[in-house]
């Protein structure tokens, strides 16, 4: 029997993602417990033959005393395998005849509660070596995991069903081995080992692992040099610092590069704006289709950035097409943010297929596009670059609107007409097709992400209307998302919010709060910063480890309670908040703070060199020490302008403090001059003579 189980364990398969919504009039013949949550992704699962139940107290409470095993599936909105899955098997009376009778079945959507999700991706990839979504795992009555997988074609499912049952009923003390075993390799996973040693970060070989690090380059395609291709928006938001600290053209090269191709590539949405969550293939042509609120969110704050460097007009049209999609698809009337859109909708057939909204063939656009349709073909290439599967084209482009109108003999101005005119009329004709199933939930750390993304757009750009949104979402997670004890929710759904914040929550607001109060000058936003940031003390920190745990002392226990530190498609939400301590600590001259941050980033350092890609969140906060971190300090009437005026220069290295009028706050004592507007360049809150020109403090910056 322990033969068997481990040879289950091991035949287990891996796919990827993508999901949606059930039509709300439609009569059923099942109804279970799903029916009275809110995440989009649980209520596609309400009509199922399965008796699904939520994760929650009541839940587990019946497996412990009905002493069955669980089954714990877990998925999310825009999940294409998920959704597979569901059709094959859950949605199949035989399947649900199975589950139902021996089993407590258990949905979790993934992105509501990322606790539960990671406890058992972990126990997943310690059993076969590969995680993915949709994950199914197979638990104990008290929730520890025996068995699991990712997608699993039916015959398989029932049979795996069927093996792990019998196990239980004849062999119950191999399972609770197991399940003991693994818990220990599950706890191990995270471990954080605190650091006493004393590390000089300036002898940090910065420069030989960038080295090592750009041997994974793709430099035909940009990214990496693999498939798929993932766009990890903080791996560039880091090299795009160093290429610019270092001035290493090279490196600036790949950067931009990598920026182009993706916004050549299918992988945009040439049409609508807005990027796809990755590429299946090298050259970003054809993507997997949902659009992923924290993906565009992260990517507009890194071409706005890019643009302060190299003033690049694609990238411009990039931020604000893709802000476009986000106002137009993933915004409420509150001002709070969706959360996906997905790949899957509806075809001519009424069939839910793939990629169907964002394709065309050349029979649509030829009458479309009319005397255009050669300049157009060309300009998207139409033709064996461009097609997907079954005279599918997806639209990608492989040249700049320069290169492409000196080929053709046009002029640049005409070209971006006839390219606006195009857009607008496969928009029109697009959106009379039935629109990719939309997650509607809301999540506080994404929001948190894309408010940020709102105002690193808007220090770029100047354009009201990216301030005026990102303040609106700002108030909107003060007034709904933070509650009086100071705690902040981590959903929210038809104006209810019923999860606990995590501490991606606290560090995505924490750090947007801070941005805000850049571009505003409005104080409230860096104290709400610092009190999120003393929250997470009183309720996640460790302190014998000096890092601060993914859940708060307030939760119920997991199987584990984990350090979530490792820099992935977002951010570890330790090392955003590490990098929000470094600059609340010179907003408030709070050691504690300081202290903290130094800990945690000497705790990551022996993983940084193996694996810098997975650390480049962490690296920016080294480069933070590793050269001379600025405070920038505006005192006067005119300090609004001022600010304006800087936020337009790419400037990873330096806070910004500035104020109207006299201000007691550590950054400003002595340095208000009545009738004066006054521009210190400080470091470690020492400054140079103030200087009343923005010119003269940027040039203050290279010296």
Request: charged share 25%; glycine share 4%; proline share 3%.
């Amino acid at each position: 029997m322990r033969h068997f189980l481990l040879c289950i364990i091991s035949a287990t398969l891996l796919f990827s993602c993508n999901s949606s919504k059930k039509e709300t009039l439609e009569t059923f013949t099942h109804t279970n417990e799903l029916i009275n949550e809110t995440s989009p992704y649980l209520l596609q699962h309400a009509h199922n033959p399965v008796n699904w139940k939520a994760w929650n107290e009541n839940t587990l409470r019946e497996a412990k005393e009905s002493k069955k095993l669980m089954i714990i599936s877990i998925g999310y909105s825009a999940c294409h395998w998920c959704h597979v899955m569901e059709h094959e098997s859950f949605e199949d009376s035989t399947v649900a005849a199975v589950m139902n009778q021996k089993f407590i079945s258990v949905k979790v959507d993934r992105e509501e509660r990322p606790d539960v999700d990671q406890i058992y991706i972990n126990a997943v990839q310690l059993m076969t070596g590969n995680a993915g979504w949709p994950l199914n795992v197979i638990t104990l009555p008290d929730g520890r995991p025996v068995w699991g997988g990712t997608y699993f074609k039916k015959s398989d499912w029932i049979e795996a069903l069927s093996k792990i049952e019998e196990i239980y009923e004849r062999e119950p003390q191999t399972l609770i081995d197991y399940a003991t075993k693994l818990e220990e390799g599950i706890k191990g996973m995270d471990l954080i080992t605190l650091n006493t040693e004393d590390v000089d970060f300036t002898k940090f070989p910065t420069d030989g692992l960038l080295e090592n690090w750009s041997q994974s380059f793709d430099t035909v395609f940009g990214g990496y040099n693999r498939a798929p291709k993932f766009m990890m928006p903080n791996n560039y938001a880091y090299l795009l610092r160093k290429a610019v600290e270092k001035n290493d053209t090279a490196l600036l090269h790949q950067v931009t590069l990598t920026l182009d191709k993706m916004a050549y590539g299918g992988i945009y949405d040439q049409i609508g704006g807005g990027f796809s969550r990755y590429s299946t293939d090298i050259k970003w042509l054809v993507p997997h289709f949902e659009k992923m609120l924290y993906d565009n969110a992260q990517l507009v704050s890194l071409y706005s950035n890019a643009y302060k460097i190299t003033k690049n007009p694609l990238y411009k049209e990039v931020v604000s097409e893709t802000l476009d999609f986000i106002a137009t698809d993933l915004t409420n009337e509150e001002g709070a943010f969706y959360s996906s859109l997905d790949a899957d909708s509806k075809n001519s057939n009424d069939e839910l297929e793939e990629g169907a909204f964002y394709v065309f063939t050349k029979e649509e656009l030829q009458p479309l596009l009319g005397d255009d349709y050669t300049l157009f073909e060309s300009y998207y290439n139409v033709n064996d670059y461009g097609k997907w599967e079954d005279e599918n084209y997806v639209l990608i482009r492989n040249q700049s609107d320069v290169a492409f109108a000196e080929t053709f003999s046009i002029t640049v101005e005409t070209l971006q007409k006839k390219k606006k005119a195009w857009k607008q009329t496969l928009f029109d004709y697009r959106n009379q097709r039935a629109k990719p199933r939309l997650d509607d939930k809301t999540l506080t750390s994404w929001n948190g992400l894309m408010l940020k993304g709102y105002v690193d757009a808007y220090k770029t750009f100047q354009k009201e209307e990216y301030l005026q949104a990102a303040l609106k979402n700002a108030h909107f997670i003060a007034n709904k998302q933070l509650q009086s004890n100071g705690a902040l929710f981590h959903n929210y759904k038809d104006g209810k919010s019923t999860i606990n914040g995590y501490l991606e929550d606290y560090a995505a607001v924490i750090d947007a709060y801070i941005a805000l109060y850049e571009v505003t000058l409005d104080s409230q936003w860096i104290e709400k910063a610092k009190q999120l940031a003393d929250y997470t003390f009183t309720n996640f920190f460790d302190v014998e480890k000096g890092m601060f745990y993914f859940t708060s002392k307030k939760d119920a226990a997991l199987v584990s309670r984990n350090f979530e530190y490792r820099d992935n498609v977002i951010p570890a939400s330790n090392s955003m908040l590490a990098n929000s301590l470094f600059v609340l600590s010179h907003h408030y001259d709070e050691q504690t703070y300081a202290e903290t941050a130094i800990q945690m980033l000497k705790n990551v350092l022996p993983e940084i060199e193996q694996y810098p890609s997975g650390f480049s969140n962490w690296l920016n906060l080294l480069a933070n020490y590793q050269s001379k971190f600025y405070e920038i300090v505006i005192t006067g009437s005119s300090a609004l302008e001022k600010t304006k005026e800087i936020n337009t220069t790419y400037i990873p290295n330096a806070l910004i403090a500035a104020s109207l009028t006299e201000n007691n706050g550590t950054l400003f004592e002595g340095r208000y001059v009545a009738n004066e507007t006054l521009i210190y360049i400080c470091v470690n809150n020492t400054c140079k003579l103030p200087v009343k020109l923005t010119e003269e403090a940027l040039l203050n910056l290279k010296k």
